[in-house]
């Protein structure tokens, strides 16, 4: 399959990223249970699950007359790896605050 987005570009949406976690709340939902926690027409939601799902981050499995969608975490992990650096950025930075407070905190009582 040819992407026509990457997962950053489907992740810019606020929709789609509350498309993403409700999903992390259940396991799989058809689209018209993920349209009914939104305000938005359904053809709006659906376009928003045809584009996450073209970026890969949603599986769909038909099931019956129904489709059925669910995270793909294996595509999330992109997220998460690109992600990671700023994490451990910030894990950094706070430690490094936490040291100097508790510095002050000691020559206070001292």
């Known amino acids: 399959m040819n992407l026509r987005r990457d997962v950053f570009q489907a992740i ?9 976690l409700l999903l992390t709340a259940a396991p799989s939902l058809t689209a018209g249970a993920i349209a009914a926690n939104f305000d938005t027409a359904r053809p ?13 981050l949603l599986q769909s499995q038909p099931n019956g007359r129904e489709m059925y969608y669910q995270l793909n ?11 990671e ?8 930075r706070f430690n490094k605050l936490e040291a100097i407070m508790k510095q002050r905190g000691k020559k206070k009582h001292d």
């Open 12 to 20: 810019a949406d606020p929709t789609r990223r509350a498309i993403l």
């Open 44 to 56: 709006t939601v659906s376009k928003h699950l045809q584009i996450l799902t073209e970026c890969e």
């Open 73 to 83: 975490p294996k595509k999330m992990k992109e997220i998460d790896d690109f992600i």
């Open 85 to 92: 650096p700023f994490r451990q950025m910030w894990d950094d």
